[in-house]
């Protein structure tokens, strides 16, 4: 089965400038999930996917981030103008909501996006 | 004061030893309890959920305390390959279905 998958891998950009990541969960997974992860700290989520419908965008700072889910299935994080504080690594994850065939909460991270703001 | 807190380390051990990480919950209400794993430089990956009843899989013991909204993880016989970071996760009553929220971690690494 193949994984999340997330790209760019690694991305430097200047203050100010604009940065798209993009996500594929996992095939039949309707949960998808935005995290950023500063250097030291756990996870932190951004926005929840469930579908092409947002469940919780509620730490997601809307000023300058933005997320969508068009079609329920890939998805794209957008920073507008990035910050310095922005340099982390972007986690994308997806979960199924399928009761069968496992933890309903496990939740399955792609690689991650390395992101240098400078 | 933060959600789930963790002390973030480094433990460092050598091969073989017992370790135990500890880790507290501010969220009385909260419902599920796990335990990921996360490799430098990688992404976290379920290690095993924590059950009231406390649970085991290998080297590897979960403890959960409801009253003291305490969780730990005990590793014996510790590997080279146990090297990671280990982060408490907890999934809050009343909080999106399946919304985690993670602690900062804690730092192992296992010595030859």
């Known amino acids: 089965e193949a994984g999340v998958a997330q790209s760019p891998r690694y991305k430097i950009i200047e203050k100010r400038q604009s940065v798209a990541f993009w996500c594929n969960p996992i095939?039949?997974?309707?949960?998808l999930y935005w995290y950023q992860q500063i250097l030291g700290q756990g996870p932190k989520l951004l926005i929840q996917?469930?579908?092409?419908?947002?469940?919780?965008d509620s730490q997601l700072p809307k000023d300058r981030f933005s997320a969508e889910r068009l079609k329920g299935v890939d998805s794209t994080l957008k920073i507008q103008p990035a910050k310095l504080e922005d340099s982390a690594v972007y986690l994308c994850?997806?979960?199924?909501?399928?009761?069968?065939?496992?933890?309903?909460?496990?939740?399955?991270f792609g690689p991650g996006t390395r992101l240098t703001v400078t | 004061r933060k959600e789930v807190e963790q002390d973030p380390g480094p433990f460092n051990v050598p091969e073989g030893a017992t370790v135990a990480f500890n880790c507290t919950y501010s969220?009385?209400?909260?419902?599920?309890f796990f335990w990921y794993r996360q490799d430098c430089r990688k992404e976290p990956k379920l290690l095993m959920s924590v059950y009231s009843s406390g649970n085991e899989d290998g080297r590897f013991t979960a403890q959960l305390n409801r009253a003291s909204q305490y969780i730990s993880l005990l590793i014996r016989d510790s590997k080279l390959s146990d090297s990671a970071t280990y982060l408490c996760v907890v999934n809050f009553r009343g909080g999106s279905a399946r919304q985690l929220t993670f602690g900062s971690g804690t730092q192992l690494t296992v010595l030859p």
């Open positions: 969220n009385s209400a909260s419902q599920s």
């Open positions: 994850a997806s979960s199924s909501t399928l009761p069968a065939g496992g933890n309903l909460y496990e939740q399955y």
């Open positions: 095939s039949g997974h309707a949960t």
């Open positions: 996917f469930q579908n092409n419908g947002v469940v919780d």
